[in-house]
């Protein structure tokens, strides 16, 4: 693989935590279960952190398809070098539009062929 990605964690409430596309939470009976593009659904560990080592390890296998399917929350890099975030996925008779949130707030809708997903 010669992709690396450093996956920045939040915690929108107690016992969830997502990264771009993907989400790990607590069962309720016990463990944590993660979720996300790329991903075997109901697979369980028992500690948070090899939860989150196997959600980027999916993610890197993710970018290492040159033809990935973006989805809300990965990374991207436009053709001018801008790098943002997917926040829309948008469906016209064309194909899809990609919405980018780009830094201070700008957006930028572009097709698929525009930019390069490098994230998630």
Same mark, same amino acid.
């Given at each position: ?36 593009? +790329? ?6 560990? %028992? ?8 959600? !980027? &390890?999916? $993610? ?34 064309? +194909? ?6 780009? %830094? ?8 698929? !062929? &525009?930019? $390069?997903?490098?994230?998630?």
């Amino acid at each position: 693989m010669g992709t690396t990605t450093t996956m920045r964690w939040t915690r929108p409430e107690p016992g969830r935590y997502t990264a771009g596309p993907y989400t790990v939470s607590r069962s309720p009976s016990g463990g944590w279960h993660a979720a996300g593009p +790329g991903w075997r659904p109901e697979t369980g560990w %028992p500690l948070l952190a090899e939860a989150k080592a196997a959600c !980027a &390890e999916a $993610a890197l296998h993710r970018l290492d398809d040159p033809h990935v399917e973006p989805v809300v929350g990965d990374l991207a890099v436009t053709g001018e070098d801008r790098q943002g975030r997917i926040t829309a996925i948008f469906p016209t008779p064309g +194909g899809q539009v990609y919405c980018i949130k780009l %830094p201070r707030g700008r957006r930028v809708c572009l097709s698929r !062929a &525009e930019f $390069a997903v490098v994230s998630a």
